[in-house]
């Protein structure tokens, strides 16, 4: 079982950056990928990044790519997804996710626990 909680939303303008994090609870999220999806309004939720368990292998949607990175701390527990030169296109709700299988990472339906969400909302 993992528990996760997102935070490090917010709003902000064009340009600037954000750092999320994603909190996990759990005793097997050190050995679990972990991935970032957003959702905005009306929309399916979407693949940002994700992360191998120990942070050697790393995925990124194409539009994030040289903007966004993603990492993580076993020793703290912690995935983090530093967002910089953010768009207004960007705006969404993020969540992070855990996948216990360990493969099919850009897609959520092969993610077992999600946390709740944070707000990112990038204006113009």
């Known amino acids: 079982q993992v528990q996760l909680v997102e935070s490090g939303g917010g709003l902000v303008q064009a340009g600037d950056s954000l750092r999320l994090s994603c909190a996990a609870s759990g005793r097997t999220f050190n050995n679990t990928p972990v991935g970032w999806f957003r959702q905005a309004p009306g929309k399916e939720r979407e693949f940002r990044a994700a992360?191998?368990?120990?942070?050697?292998?790393?995925y990124y949607a194409d539009s994030v790519k040289g903007r966004f990175t993603i990492s993580r701390d076993n020793a703290k527990n912690t995935v983090y997804l530093q967002m910089n030169n953010l768009k207004p296109e960007d705006t969404a709700v993020y969540y992070c996710a855990a996948n216990t299988r360990r493969y099919g990472l850009e897609l959520s339906s092969f993610y077992d626990y999600w946390g709740q969400g944070t707000q990112v909302t990038v204006s113009s």
């Open positions: 992360i191998n368990w120990n942070g050697r292998r790393t």
